[in-house]
Every structure is written in structure tokens, then in C-alpha cells.
DNA sequence: CGTCTGCTTGAGACATTTCAATACGCGTGG
DNA sequence: CCACGCGTATTGAAATGTCTCAAGCAGACG
């Protein structure tokens, strides 16, 4: 409430509302669009943004729209009537927010950063999509990969240890800020809270997973503790307890 | 291997190869298709048959066709390096098996009870895919309800305890076997292995909890512990910890 | 400088696992 | 019919991992 539309603090990533320039043009679900479809999504577009922490939508909620996110982090949260509450996804740029067909949120939807969404109207999407393939058939896509990913993370849930759910997390975060060279680097997006949320545990024990991570010299630790470091990935990927097929718990 | 394909031991449920006499019919992949999309999937599909424990997939494997599950019980399972297992889905019939544009199944497809599937040829199905319409959105619409599925499942796997997960998997096995009448009545299609791989938690977990609930009255177990009633379903859901918001661990 | 929020660390409580033994249901063969 | 063995389920006691509760610490901000 507190936003001004399509404003943003940012240079200008944003001020086109062109589609053809969109960073995220190639992987999103308007991917395989063309020309004729491009532009009847772009007619019914429109941008918006939360601040972090900010709610996009509540549990239950029923949402006018579905849309894109084109720019920052968000998680999807479930709860237990008590308040236990577990993360069961996140957005990164590119990721689909809703579903067509169902207008009520099975989840909370939560910004974590800066965050945009590309919204379209639900009525005028569901439209798009019986008409066009292409749309349909990369929504397919993605969803497929979201299920993947589900279900890996599942595997994670049910059996990994604290140790080996802290290091599997750290070691997506540090493949996706993925800097080629040899001392891994990245920056946490998410705090302890999050990323407890996200691995089935309390802060505390993420916290002292961290600690003994560092203790055991498979990551270095930034002061403020949100930057991490690693050496080995090897040596990462083997506290994480990982099949050698590669895992993708963030699906492309 | 002993197996000869679509002889099958049972008086005739799949003797015809009409589509149009298909028990699933209106529920499977190909529920929204009329005439000539019907003709071209009955032209392309054929059955066979699985005995229980018998291997449908391995993790890893490329399989050469995708299908719809017409009969029985089958269980998806990932596994860690060491041996630890986590089932993280379960198919019943209408269910789709195998994803189009991926050859390499993500987890193991196990047969639980004799399991029919049937099977359409990868190539001829994407095929079909690219294009119609009817079946490319069904399979969307069944693959966010299974994606809603898993999600319901990591809150039980990351924030229930013992006792709620295994309560949360008798209602769901009650509900299914819907007898209407007051005193529900189920038998369980999984034994205590695949329960407690489901529930991430260990065959004696399960088995205890089990009869915590029989001592607390919340269920009643016949001899052999494979059938289960219940006298009220209220208290059992009470028991699982539920939102009043009906989940749908089993997508319809 | 004080307060706030987020992170870390410690000690004890608790739930689940682990290991081990026993019981049950059931087909097989004597 | 009983004895036997086998797979599955139950129960017990001790070990262990994670949570809970509580305190301390660091950086950000007014």
C-alpha cells in the first residue's frame, strides 16, 4: 500500500514495459511467445512491487491475478493451525506465481526483497491459455520442474540430517551465484529464520549447523554471517549427502 | 518379465481396448479428448502389467513410454547414497506416469498392488502433445494438483510429529475409502515399510503411534493391522493437526 | 549511547531412532 | 494337525539428534 506501481527504486530495469527487452523474456512463461501472442500479453500486463517482508498473498486468499516474477525473492509458506509454519518454495526471477484455473492461494506468498511481479488479469490469462499453445505448454514446463523440485526437497524433509539439510541449501545458493572460480562466494537471500523455515528446522539448530560447517572448515562465514564462502564444493556437496546426479531443487 | 502383457488374472476390467469403456475415463490424462484426439491415443497405447514389489522405473532410468496408471498402486521413491529412502508420491488409478520432454525418471515407480498401466509411446505422445490442446491442459491441471500434493506433504514431513503424520495418513486413507456411514473402515494399501517411508519416519515409529492411537481411541485396528476403522472422523483429524481448510494430499 | 533486530551459544528436555527381542499370521512340509 | 520358517508387525530400553528455553553478542539505526 505503501508503493507507487511501477515506480521502483531501480535504475530503470524496469521503466520499458517492453517486453522484447524483459530480463527475463527467455525464461519465463511467455518464453516460446511470439509476435501475435506477445503482444496480447503485453496489452494485458502490468507491474507491481513489495517492499521485503510485505505480504503478496495470504493463505486462502483468493487472487485476482497471476503473473511473473520479474525481479527480486519470495517464499511460499503453509501453516498449522498452532503456527508452525513451513516454507515449501520460493520464487527467483522467471517463476510463475498462481495458477490457472484456481483462484484461491494454497500458500502464503511472501517478499523477501525488493520484489516485482509482471501481473496478468486471471480471466484474460485463462483466456490466452486455451487459445495458444505456447503458453500452456511452457506453464507445463515449469510445473513439471516445480514437482521435481517438490520432490527433491522432500527426500530432504524426510531424511536428511541438520547438517546435510544446511549444507544441501547452501550448496543451491552457492551454485546459483555460481562465479566459475574456485572460492565460491555468495549472498545468503535468506536469513536464519527462512532458511529454517525452508529446511524443516529451528534457527538455533540452523545457526550451530552453520557454526560447525565453518568449525569443520567446509564453508567460511563473512561477519553479519549472510555472506558464506567454500573452498571445496566437493567437499560441500559430500556433507550434503547428495546422489551424484545432480539435484535441482530450483528448477530452471 | 513373467509377466504377459494384457492378459492380465482379472474377470475382464481390461479386456476391451475401448477407450470409451475406460473406468478412468473422465479423470486420466486423456479426460477432456472427444472422437478423433480419443482415436489417435487408442491407436497409439497398450497395457501392461506389474506384479506387487515388481519395478516399474529405477531413479535414472530412460523410459521409452509415458502412461496413465488404470489399475492398482504404485509408489515414487527417491534414495540417498547410503540407503536411506523417502517415498514422495503415490500413484492410484488415473494417475499420470512419466513426463513429456524428459526421458530419465527422477525417482523409482514401484508396483505396491498388481498394477496395469496404460502406456502410450513417448515420441507419439509429445506428438499429441505439440498438437492438441485437451490433453497438453488436462495434464497441466493434474500436475499443479499433484505440485499442491507435495507441498501439502513437505509441511507434514517438516513440521508434524509422529503422531499427526500418521493420523494425517489414516484420514487420507479413510477419506479415500469413503463408505459414508458413520463408523469409516479402510484397508491400508501400503504396509508399515512404505507408511513409514511416506511419513519419513521408521517402521517402529509408525507401529507405535499406530497403537497410541488405538489406545487412545482415536482408531481401531482389526487383527493382521492391515484394516482400520474409525469411529470418528473428527477426532482423527484433530489428532493430525489439520487446518479446517480440507487438504488434498491426493490430487483428484 | 541505547535500543532493536538478527545471530550465536549453552544446558536440559523431549521425541524419535536404534538395537534387540518377541509376537503374530500364514504357507509349507512332515 | 502340528512344527517349522519366513516376512511383517509390535514392544522395550537405551542412545541420539533436535528442540526449547535462556542468555549473550554484534551490527544497524535513531
Given at each position: 500500500?505503501?508503493?507507487?506501481p511501477?515506480?521502483?527504486?531501480?535504475?530503470g530495469?524496469?521503466?520499458?514495459?517492453?517486453c522484447g527487452?524483459?530480463?527475463?523474456?527467455?525464461?519465463?512463461?511467455?518464453?516460446?511467445?511470439?509476435?501475435?501472442?506477445?503482444?496480447r500479453?503485453?496489452?494485458?500486463?502490468?507491474?507491481?512491487?513489495?517492499?521485503?517482508?510485505e505480504?503478496?498473498?495470504l493463505?486462502?486468499?483468493?487472487l485476482?491475478?497471476?503473473?511473473?516474477?520479474?525481479?527480486?525473492?519470495?517464499?511460499l509458506?503453509?501453516?498449522?493451525?498452532?503456527?508452525r509454519?513451513q516454507?515449501?518454495?520460493?520464487?527467483?526471477?522467471?517463476?510463475?506465481?498462481?495458477?490457472?484455473?484456481?483462484?484461491?492461494?494454497?500458500?502464503?506468498v511472501?517478499?523477501?526483497?525488493?520484489?516485482?511481479?509482471?501481473?496478468?488479469?486471471r480471466q484474460?490469462f485463462?483466456?490466452?491459455?486455451?487459445d495458444?499453445?505456447?503458453?500452456?505448454?511452457?506453464?507445463?514446463?515449469?510445473?513439471?520442474?516445480e514437482?521435481?523440485?517438490a520432490?527433491?526437497?522432500?527426500l530432504?524433509?524426510g531424511?536428511?540430517?541438520a547438517?546435510?539439510r544446511?549444507?544441501?541449501?547452501?550448496?543451491?545458493?552457492?551454485?546459483?551465484?555460481?562465479?566459475?572460480t574456485?572460492?565460491?562466494?555468495?549472498?545468503?537471500?535468506?536469513?536464519?529464520?527462512a532458511?529454517?523455515?525452508?529446511?524443516g528446522?529451528?534457527?538455533?539448530?540452523?545457526?550451530?549447523q552453520?557454526?560447525a560447517?565453518?568449525?569443520?572448515?567446509?564453508?567460511?562465514v563473512a561477519?553479519?554471517?549472510r555472506?558464506?564462502?567454500?573452498p571445496?564444493?566437493?567437499?560441500?556437496?559430500?556433507?550434503?549427502?547428495?546422489?551424484?546426479?545432480?539435484?535441482?531443487?530450483?528448477?530452471?
Open positions: 500500500m505503501k508503493q507507487q511501477g515506480s521502483a527504486a531501480m535504475p530495469t524496469l521503466a520499458t514495459q517492453d527487452a524483459c530480463p527475463i523474456r527467455h525464461r519465463a512463461v511467455c518464453a516460446k511467445c511470439d509476435g501475435d501472442e506477445l503482444d500479453l503485453q496489452q494485458m500486463k502490468s507491474y507491481r512491487t513489495w517492499a521485503p517482508g505480504t503478496i498473498a493463505e486462502g486468499d483468493t485476482p491475478f497471476v503473473g511473473t516474477l520479474v525481479r527480486g525473492c519470495a517464499t509458506t503453509k501453516s498449522l493451525e498452532d503456527g509454519v516454507m515449501v518454495g520460493m520464487l527467483m526471477p522467471s517463476d510463475f506465481v498462481g495458477r490457472p484455473g484456481r483462484s484461491a492461494a494454497p500458500y502464503e511472501t517478499a523477501v526483497t525488493d520484489t516485482t511481479l509482471c501481473l496478468f488479469e484474460g485463462e483466456r490466452l491459455i486455451a495458444t499453445p505456447h503458453v500452456s505448454t511452457r506453464l507445463l514446463e515449469m510445473s513439471l520442474n514437482l521435481d523440485a520432490r527433491d526437497w522432500m530432504l524433509l531424511r536428511k540430517t547438517r546435510e544446511v549444507a544441501t541449501l547452501l550448496g543451491l545458493v552457492l551454485r546459483r551465484a555460481a562465479t566459475q574456485a572460492p565460491l562466494r555468495a549472498e545468503l537471500p535468506l536469513g536464519r529464520e532458511m529454517a523455515s525452508f529446511l528446522l529451528t534457527i538455533e539448530t540452523v545457526s550451530r552453520i557454526s560447517l565453518r568449525r569443520d572448515g567446509v564453508i567460511e561477519a553479519g554471517g555472506t558464506i564462502l567454500c571445496d564444493f566437493a567437499t560441500l556437496r559430500l556433507a550434503a549427502g547428495d546422489n551424484d546426479n545432480a539435484e535441482q531443487i530450483f528448477p530452471d
